[in-house]
């Protein structure tokens, strides 16, 4: 995980779903990058990566981290800003465990490694269901802004990663000049993914939704290995 606030998501929103389909999950935060915005760099990830797959042969693992602000040594990040929305997180999947295996050797299998890149960041799922986040967190009045973005766009993984127009920095944004307070992610943010659900958010988000269906499948395998 990229930080706290993905953690929690983890531990609060996906964490039950998954054990529904038999998979059991753990959170761990790879911890964001010292004196600057974003994750750490690929070199110490990868290093994590690499020494939890050595470390238990039944492990798989996956990642779950914003293409926003993500360190430029990162794997297919220049190919994947250049493509389409909708084939981001793809590209950044197929890079990052073709480095893995480069790194481990070809014993490793790919079905242990399920990389996923949030395209653009945790706050893009926010906007699946303007009126069921604003009603979670209690402040009726952001579905109004947050809806005319939304509406904007095909998906709201397509909205955009600048410093001034990511989904982050538009709630940041919509809270001044709403009089809302200040945005907090890890509070505001979780509150308003559990009020919309994750049966609209993976809808609304297909690359998210995709990789939510790869950890589901992860269940099927287990039952099919023991049976």
Not at 5 to 18: G, S
Not at 27 to 38: R, V
Not at 93 to 111: F, Q, S, V
Request: net charge negative; aromatic share 6%; with cysteine.
């Amino acid at each position: 995980m990229e930080g706290e606030t993905e953690e929690d998501f983890v531990n609060e929103v996906l964490r039950d779903h998954l054990a529904s389909k038999g998979v059991l999950v753990t959170a761990n935060h790879l911890g964001l990058s010292k004196g600057s915005q974003g994750i750490v760099g690929w070199q110490n990830a990868a290093k994590y990566i690499c020494n939890t797959l050595k470390e238990d042969p039944e492990v798989v693992v996956t990642t779950l981290v914003d293409l926003y602000a993500l360190k430029k040594d990162w794997p297919g990040l220049d190919s994947a800003t250049k493509a389409s929305y909708d084939r981001r997180s793809a590209i950044m999947t197929e890079a990052i465990k073709n480095d893995l295996e480069i790194r481990i050797g070809k014993n490793l299998n790919p079905n242990r490694c399920l990389p996923f890149v949030l395209v653009h960041e945790f706050e893009t799922l926010l906007f699946a269901d303007p009126a069921n986040a604003a009603s979670a967190v209690g402040i009726p009045e952001l579905e109004a802004p947050m809806a005319a973005i939304a509406s904007s766009v095909g998906s709201p993984e397509e909205i955009n990663d600048s410093p001034i127009t990511a989904p982050s920095k538009r709630l940041l944004k919509i809270f001044k000049e709403g009089r809302f307070g200040r945005y907090d992610k890890r509070v505001h943010g979780n509150v308003a993914a559990l009020g919309i659900g994750l049966p609209t958010i993976r809808k609304a988000c297909p690359q998210f939704g995709n990789w939510l269906t790869s950890l589901e499948k992860l269940g099927e395998r287990n039952t099919s290995s023991d049976s």
